[in-house]
């Protein structure tokens, strides 16, 4: 290595850094070959250890400059990254509460429709068993019903023959209508009821053409109200008991069909 060092070799410190004169710079080796002896300063105290701190003073200031820079740097990012951290933490936060909220509706939706659908259930078994049982009571009180409107209509048929006789030449005159092209016919009632018969048969057969001859025969068998209308080979069975059971057929029809004819 050459002992004399030159100024231009470091030139990125010549603006900061003092360069010693040539006459410094000769290595303390030489000094002793020319002097003969050791020199009176040592090599540290001279310009190159001022140079060297130098050098180090402003790689040292060079290096906090780079590391501050860096922790400035290192810092601005560490708060990017916690903001966005917080930001992602928070959109996180915020679809897992919406999230939690549509299972919530979701699940608050099919608990809904399950019990409502419990309740039609209930409902509709509740409503069959009230039908059944009303159904049953119908059944139950069917008879007795008919038999008390059967009775009804007995009485009330009774009471009116007693206190209008003529009703049985009316039904008469009624039934006259149910035979064809009969010359003569027999009518059998009640002996008590002959008289009012009789009495209206001219009447009854001039409303019917005025051919038919209308023979009245009281029959003891027969109670009050009754008749029998027999001409040719026909046969008309008007007594009470007979209307009373025709009544009886059609009411129980009538409750079998139900209220609404279903």
Do not use: N
């Not at 470091?10 to 080796?29: G, H, L, N, R, Y």
């Not at 699940?107 to 078994?125: P, W």
Request: proline letters at 5%.
């Amino acid at each position: 290595m050459s002992s004399v060092v030159k100024r231009g070799r470091i030139a990125p410190f010549t603006d900061s850094i003092p360069i010693p004169a040539f006459s410094e710079a000769v290595s303390p080796e030489a000094k002793m070959d020319s002097a003969g002896a050791s020199p009176s300063a040592s090599p540290e105290e001279g310009p190159w250890a001022q140079v060297a701190a130098s050098i180090l003073a402003d790689a040292e200031r060079k290096a906090q400059q780079i590391i501050a820079e860096a922790m400035e740097k290192a810092s601005s990012i560490l708060d990017e990254a916690r903001l966005e951290i917080e930001r992602r933490a928070q959109a996180a936060e915020q679809e897992g509460r919406e999230r939690g909220i549509q299972e919530g509706r979701r699940a608050g939706q099919l608990e809904l429709a399950e019990e409502k659908s419990r309740l039609q259930a209930h409902m509709d078994a509740l409503a069959q068993e009230l039908r059944e049982d009303h159904a049953r009571r119908l059944q139950e009180q069917r008879q007795p019903i008919l038999h008390l409107v059967t009775a009804a209509a007995r009485r009330l048929l009774q009471r009116e023959l007693a206190l209008s006789p003529a009703d049985v030449a009316k039904l008469v005159d009624e039934l006259l209508g149910q035979v064809v092209a009969a010359s003569t016919v027999y009518v059998r009632v009640h002996p008590d009821d002959c008289g009012a018969v009789r009495q209206a048969s001219p009447q009854i057969s001039l409303r019917h053409g005025g051919t038919i001859a209308i023979q009245v025969v009281p029959d003891l068998s027969l109670a009050r109200g009754d008749c029998v209308i027999a001409a040719d080979a026909v046969e008309i069975d008007a007594r009470v008991q007979v209307r009373l059971d025709e009544l009886s057929r059609v009411l129980a029809e009538l409750a079998e069909e139900g209220p609404h004819g279903a």
